[in-house]
């Protein structure tokens, strides 16, 4: 078969030099990706900046969608499976990553707020790859983990998995790891609606860094300001990349949808994508990958800190959200810029702990650290 014509999106790393090896590739930013721009590509690889349906796809030459994302809300699946359009995502990618975005976040509002996570409640509503790690790191931080996830409950039974009202009387923050779905027996569109948030006791922290409609902008932003909800954490918002200006300055952290941007979940993002197209074109191709740099501080001294100050120096030295918060509240017309031009970070495995208390020298193993 011929080389595939592929358009890619300028934004994805560790495709350049490796998309080559696969077929004749031109690179776009995702939100110059229009009708006349992929007419003649045979396959396109994706962000989720781009909605692809009938109106980009009508008349083109497109067979193959390859989102570098997790998620396919930005993808008319039906009608591209109803016109002969194939698409991929890349599950599980950037879930390592997710979960150190939601592990530096809880410290940071532990410290911001001054109290201990450690016999807490949390409810993780979406126990899917990114759930199910946000659960483990969370036990591992001495939090009490309810699990909430109706499709997994259904065929797996109720032995691990509590109901959302449960999670809304109990827990001290809910974090939210769903797709956006808008039909079906679980919808999780506006799932945190005006109804969510009627019957709060314990005031949580709500956290999204899933996709921006499972919580309702409007609903949040009310329930902040009422005191119904303590605070919030948002990386994905509503109607990306112009975003709610009121409700970014009620939150906690407000980020531009980069939790899952770690170099590691990009690079794992990109490779499953090329992997994607070479099944699909039947191509007899074993692609040589490029490297994921080294951080330039890799070591993370603990001698000097006290036990109680270790975990969330180490946490916050691979990743703090404080910057980027201060930036997006500063900047919020700069969503769009800011996730495109995000500076990517490593994950845990990445960096060594030096010196770090025997109490917890398990807990940063169990994290993904290296100890010496």
Known sequence: MRRPKILADAHIPYLRGVAEQIG??????????????????????????????????SGSNVQLICSATIGYDHIDTAWCDAHGIAWRTAPGCNAASVEQYITASLLLLADQHRFDLPGM?????????????VAAACQKLGMRVLLNDPPREE???????????????????????TPLTRSGKYPTFHLAGDRFYDNLPNKPFIINAARGGVTCNRSLTEALLRGKVQGAVIDCWENEPVIDHELLQLTDIATPHIAGYSADGKWTASKMSIENLIRFFDLDLMPQYAEIPTP????????DLPAAAQLSHAVWHTYHPKDDASALKKSPDAFYRFRSEYPLRR?????????????????FRQLGFRVQ
């Open 121 to 133: 409640t949390i409810g993780i509503v979406g126990v899917g790859n990114v759930g199910s790690k």
């Open 24 to 57: 004749e590739v031109e690179y776009l930013p995702g939100n110059q990706f229009t009708r006349e721009a992929i007419r003649n590509r045979d396959a396109l690889i994706v962000r989720t900046v781009t909605p692809f349906g009938e109106e980009l796809l």
């Open 347 to 363: 994950e845990y495995h990445a960096f060594t702990v030096h010196h770090a208390d025997n109490r917890l020298s398990e807990t």
């Open 155 to 177: 065929r797996e039974g109720t032995g691990h998995f509590t109901d959302l009202e449960t999670i809304k009387r109990e827990a001290d923050f809910i974090t939210f790891h």
């Open 296 to 303: 330039k501080q890799p070591s993370i001294e603990l001698g």
